[in-house]
Protein backbone atom coordinates (compact mmCIF):
# COMPACT_ATOMS: atom_id res chain seq x y z
CA UNK A 1 0.00 0.00 0.00
CA UNK A 2 2.36 2.74 -1.06
CA UNK A 3 -0.25 5.15 -2.83
CA UNK A 4 -1.18 8.17 -0.03
CA UNK A 5 -5.07 8.26 -0.47
CA UNK A 6 -4.88 4.35 0.40
CA UNK A 7 -2.97 4.90 3.87
CA UNK A 8 -5.47 7.94 4.08
CA UNK A 9 -8.55 5.63 3.94
CA UNK A 10 -7.11 2.90 6.08
CA UNK A 11 -6.92 5.49 9.04
CA UNK A 12 -10.30 6.57 8.69
CA UNK A 13 -11.34 3.15 8.48
CA UNK A 14 -9.32 2.48 12.03
CA UNK A 15 -10.01 5.52 13.57
CA UNK A 16 -13.09 3.82 16.05
CA UNK A 17 -9.68 2.00 17.10
CA UNK A 18 -7.61 4.66 18.27
CA UNK A 19 -10.01 7.08 20.03
CA UNK A 20 -12.56 8.35 17.14
CA UNK A 21 -12.84 11.24 16.27
CA UNK A 22 -9.30 12.60 16.09
CA UNK A 23 -8.90 16.92 16.37
CA UNK A 24 -6.00 18.70 16.28
CA UNK A 25 -6.02 22.70 16.56
CA UNK A 26 -3.70 25.15 15.39
CA UNK A 27 -3.52 29.38 15.76
CA UNK A 28 -1.60 30.96 13.32
CA UNK A 29 -1.36 34.48 11.30
CA UNK A 30 0.88 35.56 8.47
CA UNK A 31 3.88 33.71 7.35
CA UNK A 32 3.03 30.80 9.96
CA UNK A 33 0.73 29.76 7.78
CA UNK A 34 3.36 27.93 5.58
CA UNK A 35 3.81 26.30 9.19
CA UNK A 36 0.43 25.29 9.39
CA UNK A 37 0.10 23.74 6.13
CA UNK A 38 3.12 21.54 6.66
CA UNK A 39 2.21 20.52 9.87
CA UNK A 40 -1.02 19.13 8.23
CA UNK A 41 1.25 17.93 5.21
CA UNK A 42 3.05 15.54 7.84
CA UNK A 43 -0.35 14.45 10.24
CA UNK A 44 -1.97 13.02 6.53
CA UNK A 45 1.53 11.44 5.91
CA UNK A 46 1.61 9.81 9.18
CA UNK A 47 -1.99 8.44 8.94
CA UNK A 48 -3.76 11.28 10.92
CA UNK A 49 -7.55 10.85 10.41
CA UNK A 50 -9.69 13.79 11.93
CA UNK A 51 -10.04 17.16 11.62
CA UNK A 52 -7.68 20.16 12.16
CA UNK A 53 -9.41 23.40 13.71
CA UNK A 54 -7.35 26.82 12.73
CA UNK A 55 -7.64 29.79 14.65
CA UNK A 56 -6.11 32.90 12.78
CA UNK A 57 -6.07 36.45 12.56
CA UNK A 58 -5.62 38.83 8.98
CA UNK A 59 -5.63 37.47 5.90
CA UNK A 60 -5.90 33.73 4.48
CA UNK A 61 -3.43 32.14 2.72
CA UNK A 62 -3.82 31.38 -0.98
CA UNK A 63 -3.59 27.49 -0.68
CA UNK A 64 -6.74 28.11 1.42
CA UNK A 65 -8.21 28.77 -2.02
CA UNK A 66 -8.07 25.26 -3.25
CA UNK A 67 -9.92 23.95 -0.32
CA UNK A 68 -12.65 26.80 -0.26
CA UNK A 69 -16.39 25.49 1.51
CA UNK A 70 -19.50 27.14 1.52
CA UNK A 71 -18.35 29.29 4.88
CA UNK A 72 -15.19 30.26 6.37
CA UNK A 73 -15.83 27.85 9.24
CA UNK A 74 -16.97 24.95 7.28
CA UNK A 75 -14.70 21.92 7.30
CA UNK A 76 -13.12 21.37 3.71
CA UNK A 77 -11.96 17.99 2.49
CA UNK A 78 -8.15 17.92 2.32
CA UNK A 79 -7.12 14.23 2.10
CA UNK A 80 -9.57 10.88 2.79
CA UNK A 81 -10.83 10.61 6.30
CA UNK A 82 -9.34 14.70 6.45
CA UNK A 83 -10.87 17.78 6.59
CA UNK A 84 -9.59 21.12 8.02
CA UNK A 85 -12.09 24.37 8.98
CA UNK A 86 -10.39 27.96 9.91
CA UNK A 87 -12.01 30.37 12.61
CA UNK A 88 -11.26 33.72 13.25
CA UNK A 89 -9.82 34.84 16.31
CA UNK A 90 -10.68 38.31 17.90
CA UNK A 91 -9.47 40.28 20.84
CA UNK A 92 -5.94 42.08 21.46
CA UNK A 93 -4.26 39.02 23.42
CA UNK A 94 -0.99 37.32 21.39
CA UNK A 95 -2.12 34.59 19.45
CA UNK A 96 0.32 32.47 21.76
CA UNK A 97 -1.96 33.63 24.81
CA UNK A 98 -4.59 32.50 23.37
CA UNK A 99 -4.21 28.17 22.52
CA UNK A 100 -6.19 27.44 26.33
CA UNK A 101 -8.92 30.02 24.77
CA UNK A 102 -8.77 28.15 21.46
CA UNK A 103 -8.85 24.99 22.82
CA UNK A 104 -11.49 25.26 24.83
CA UNK A 105 -13.69 26.84 21.99
CA UNK A 106 -12.88 23.42 20.47
CA UNK A 107 -13.58 21.30 22.82
CA UNK A 108 -17.00 22.51 24.09
CA UNK A 109 -18.07 24.42 21.06
CA UNK A 110 -17.01 23.08 17.69
CA UNK A 111 -16.02 19.24 18.11
CA UNK A 112 -17.72 18.08 21.25
CA UNK A 113 -17.38 14.94 20.00
CA UNK A 114 -13.36 14.60 20.26
CA UNK A 115 -12.50 11.49 21.24
CA UNK A 116 -8.44 12.98 21.43
CA UNK A 117 -7.76 16.69 20.74
CA UNK A 118 -3.92 17.96 20.33
CA UNK A 119 -3.05 21.26 20.37
CA UNK A 120 0.66 21.84 17.99
CA UNK A 121 2.75 25.19 17.51
CA UNK A 122 2.62 26.20 13.81
CA UNK A 123 6.19 25.39 13.75
CA UNK A 124 6.15 22.04 15.09
CA UNK A 125 5.76 19.04 12.52
CA UNK A 126 4.94 15.28 13.00
CA UNK A 127 7.39 12.63 12.23
CA UNK A 128 5.54 9.46 13.73
CA UNK A 129 2.28 7.55 13.17
CA UNK A 130 -0.92 9.23 14.57
CA UNK A 131 -1.77 6.09 16.66
CA UNK A 132 0.70 6.91 19.24
CA UNK A 133 -0.28 10.22 19.82
CA UNK A 134 -3.77 9.05 20.37
CA UNK A 135 -2.13 6.31 22.80
CA UNK A 136 -0.54 8.50 24.87
CA UNK A 137 -3.13 10.94 25.66
CA UNK A 138 -5.07 7.90 26.77
CA UNK A 139 -2.55 7.99 29.62
CA UNK A 140 -3.40 11.66 30.76
CA UNK A 141 -2.61 14.99 29.46
CA UNK A 142 0.23 14.72 27.01
CA UNK A 143 2.95 17.41 27.48
CA UNK A 144 6.78 17.55 26.53
CA UNK A 145 9.57 19.30 28.51
CA UNK A 146 11.09 22.00 27.78
CA UNK A 147 14.98 23.17 26.95
CA UNK A 148 14.61 25.23 29.54
CA UNK A 149 14.41 24.46 33.62
CA UNK A 150 13.91 20.68 32.09
CA UNK A 151 14.41 19.25 35.26
CA UNK A 152 12.63 21.99 37.22
CA UNK A 153 11.97 20.67 41.21
CA UNK A 154 8.84 20.80 42.93
CA UNK A 155 10.88 22.89 45.59
CA UNK A 156 11.49 25.68 42.86
CA UNK A 157 10.33 29.27 43.72
CA UNK A 158 8.66 30.18 40.64
CA UNK A 159 6.58 26.56 41.74
CA UNK A 160 6.08 28.13 45.49
CA UNK A 161 4.60 31.39 43.43
CA UNK A 162 2.73 29.27 40.65
CA UNK A 163 0.47 27.55 43.68
CA UNK A 164 -0.16 30.93 45.29
CA UNK A 165 -1.37 32.10 41.98
CA UNK A 166 -3.67 29.48 41.49
CA UNK A 167 -4.38 29.75 44.80
CA UNK A 168 -5.82 33.30 44.41
CA UNK A 169 -7.74 31.83 41.50
CA UNK A 170 -9.63 29.18 43.85
CA UNK A 171 -7.14 25.79 43.04
CA UNK A 172 -5.66 23.60 45.26
CA UNK A 173 -1.87 22.72 44.04
CA UNK A 174 -0.36 19.31 43.93
CA UNK A 175 3.57 18.63 43.74
CA UNK A 176 5.10 18.48 40.14
CA UNK A 177 8.44 18.18 38.83
CA UNK A 178 9.64 19.49 35.27
CA UNK A 179 9.14 22.17 33.27
CA UNK A 180 6.85 21.50 29.90
CA UNK A 181 7.00 23.43 26.20
CA UNK A 182 3.66 24.80 25.38
CA UNK A 183 3.91 23.83 22.08
CA UNK A 184 2.16 20.25 22.15
CA UNK A 185 -0.61 19.24 24.37
CA UNK A 186 -2.71 16.86 23.87
CA UNK A 187 -5.91 15.29 25.76
CA UNK A 188 -8.84 12.64 25.97
CA UNK A 189 -11.90 13.85 26.10
CA UNK A 190 -11.96 12.85 29.94
CA UNK A 191 -9.84 14.99 30.60
CA UNK A 192 -11.37 18.47 29.60
CA UNK A 193 -10.95 20.02 33.17
CA UNK A 194 -7.37 20.48 32.14
CA UNK A 195 -8.00 22.64 29.52
CA UNK A 196 -10.91 24.64 31.15
CA UNK A 197 -8.18 25.17 34.22
CA UNK A 198 -5.64 26.72 32.25
CA UNK A 199 -8.07 28.71 30.41
CA UNK A 200 -9.09 29.95 33.51
CA UNK A 201 -5.47 30.48 34.63
CA UNK A 202 -5.22 32.87 31.87
CA UNK A 203 -7.68 35.02 32.79
CA UNK A 204 -6.16 35.22 35.59
CA UNK A 205 -3.05 36.18 34.58
CA UNK A 206 -4.76 39.01 33.13
CA UNK A 207 -6.20 39.92 36.16
CA UNK A 208 -3.40 40.34 37.82
CA UNK A 209 -2.46 42.66 35.45
CA UNK A 210 0.09 41.31 32.64
CA UNK A 211 -0.02 42.59 29.14
CA UNK A 212 -1.80 40.14 27.46
CA UNK A 213 -1.17 41.35 23.87
CA UNK A 214 3.06 39.94 24.79
CA UNK A 215 4.44 36.99 23.87
CA UNK A 216 7.65 37.11 26.56
CA UNK A 217 6.80 39.60 29.59
CA UNK A 218 10.34 40.20 30.69
CA UNK A 219 9.55 43.29 32.57
CA UNK A 220 7.41 42.00 34.78
CA UNK A 221 8.11 38.74 37.57
CA UNK A 222 10.48 36.39 36.08
CA UNK A 223 8.03 33.39 36.81
CA UNK A 224 5.69 34.84 34.26
CA UNK A 225 7.55 35.53 32.00
CA UNK A 226 7.16 33.09 29.35
CA UNK A 227 3.83 34.04 29.64
CA UNK A 228 1.27 31.27 28.69
CA UNK A 229 4.20 28.63 28.96
CA UNK A 230 4.32 29.41 32.50
CA UNK A 231 1.12 29.66 33.25
CA UNK A 232 0.77 25.82 31.35
CA UNK A 233 2.85 24.42 34.15
CA UNK A 234 1.32 25.98 37.06
CA UNK A 235 -2.46 24.49 35.59
CA UNK A 236 -0.01 20.87 35.76
CA UNK A 237 0.00 21.43 39.73
CA UNK A 238 -3.43 23.01 39.79
CA UNK A 239 -5.29 19.98 38.60
CA UNK A 240 -5.95 16.48 39.40
CA UNK A 241 -5.52 14.99 36.40
CA UNK A 242 -3.05 12.76 34.98
CA UNK A 243 0.06 13.80 33.05
CA UNK A 244 2.05 12.01 30.59
CA UNK A 245 5.26 13.52 29.26
CA UNK A 246 7.68 12.97 27.12
CA UNK A 247 11.46 14.22 27.01
CA UNK A 248 13.36 16.59 24.84
CA UNK A 249 13.61 13.99 22.37
CA UNK A 250 9.93 14.56 21.39
CA UNK A 251 11.06 17.52 19.59
CA UNK A 252 14.24 16.45 18.06
CA UNK A 253 16.03 18.82 20.38
CA UNK A 254 18.16 15.45 21.11
CA UNK A 255 16.54 12.58 19.30
CA UNK A 256 16.75 9.09 20.50
CA UNK A 257 13.00 8.95 18.90
CA UNK A 258 11.13 9.93 16.10
CA UNK A 259 8.15 11.89 17.00
CA UNK A 260 8.32 15.54 16.30
CA UNK A 261 10.38 18.09 14.79
CA UNK A 262 10.19 21.39 16.68
CA UNK A 263 11.81 24.47 14.85
CA UNK A 264 12.79 26.92 17.97
CA UNK A 265 16.43 27.47 17.61
CA UNK A 266 17.29 28.84 13.94
CA UNK A 267 14.54 30.86 12.13
CA UNK A 268 11.42 29.32 10.93
CA UNK A 269 12.50 27.11 7.44
CA UNK A 270 9.84 29.13 5.52
CA UNK A 271 11.73 32.55 6.49
CA UNK A 272 15.28 31.25 7.12
CA UNK A 273 17.96 33.10 4.71
CA UNK A 274 19.93 29.59 4.24
CA UNK A 275 23.23 31.32 2.16
CA UNK A 276 23.26 34.30 5.03
CA UNK A 277 22.92 31.50 8.17
CA UNK A 278 25.69 29.70 6.02
CA UNK A 279 27.94 32.09 6.03
CA UNK A 280 27.68 32.81 9.87
CA UNK A 281 28.54 28.84 10.40
CA UNK A 282 24.75 27.48 10.65
CA UNK A 283 24.02 25.61 7.34
CA UNK A 284 20.90 23.81 7.32
CA UNK A 285 20.66 20.68 9.04
CA UNK A 286 18.61 17.17 8.10
CA UNK A 287 15.22 19.02 9.83
CA UNK A 288 15.53 21.57 7.02
CA UNK A 289 15.26 19.34 4.53
CA UNK A 290 12.29 17.21 6.33
CA UNK A 291 10.51 20.53 6.46
CA UNK A 292 11.05 21.21 2.58
CA UNK A 293 10.30 17.63 1.68
CA UNK A 294 6.66 18.02 3.61
CA UNK A 295 5.78 21.78 2.37
CA UNK A 296 3.50 20.50 -1.08
CA UNK A 297 2.22 17.51 -0.80
CA UNK A 298 -0.93 17.20 -0.47
CA UNK A 299 -1.44 20.87 0.85
CA UNK A 300 0.42 23.17 -1.67
CA UNK A 301 2.00 26.42 0.34
CA UNK A 302 4.53 27.58 -2.18
CA UNK A 303 4.04 27.64 -5.84
CA UNK A 304 6.11 25.65 -7.98
CA UNK A 305 8.60 28.36 -8.80
CA UNK A 306 8.88 29.67 -5.09
CA UNK A 307 9.79 26.43 -3.39
CA UNK A 308 12.28 25.43 -6.37
CA UNK A 309 13.64 28.69 -5.59
CA UNK A 310 13.72 27.59 -1.83
CA UNK A 311 14.96 24.28 -2.43
CA UNK A 312 18.30 25.49 -4.52
CA UNK A 313 19.10 27.72 -1.72
CA UNK A 314 18.53 24.61 0.83
CA UNK A 315 21.21 22.86 -1.08
CA UNK A 316 23.80 25.93 -1.58
CA UNK A 317 23.31 26.19 2.30
CA UNK A 318 24.44 22.73 2.60
CA UNK A 319 27.15 22.92 0.81
CA UNK A 320 28.53 26.67 2.05
CA UNK A 321 28.01 24.73 5.87
CA UNK A 322 31.15 22.76 5.16
CA UNK A 323 33.31 25.75 4.93
CA UNK A 324 32.36 26.85 8.14
CA UNK A 325 30.33 25.49 11.02
CA UNK A 326 29.55 27.03 14.63
CA UNK A 327 27.35 25.11 17.53
CA UNK A 328 24.77 26.61 18.88
CA UNK A 329 26.20 27.94 21.70
CA UNK A 330 28.37 30.44 19.70
Same mark, same amino acid.
Given at each position: ????????????????????????????????????????????????????????????????????????????????????????????????????????????????????????????????NWKHFVRWAGHGVLLTLDMSETYMPAQHAFRREWAAFAGRAG?????????????????? !????? /?????? #??? $?? @???? +??? %????????????????????????????????????????????????????????????????????????????????????? !????? /?????? #??? $?? @???? +??? %???????????
Open positions: MNDISDQHALAAALQPELGSPSVVCVLAEGTYFHGVAVLLNSLIRNGFAGEMVVGYRGALPPWVADLRGPADDTPRVVAPGVTVRFLTVGGAWCLSNMRAEFMQLVMDEIRPDFGTLYYFDADILIRCFACRSATGYVNGGCVGIS !NQNKR /FIHTFA #RLM $RQ @LEIE +GLD %MSKIKYSGGTPEFAKMDQDVLNATVMATDVPVALLGQEAMDIFPSAVIMTHYMIHGKPWARNYIKDALKGFAPDRNEFIFWDLVN !NPVQS /FTPAEL #RRK $RL @LLRL +GKL %MGHLRKRGVRE
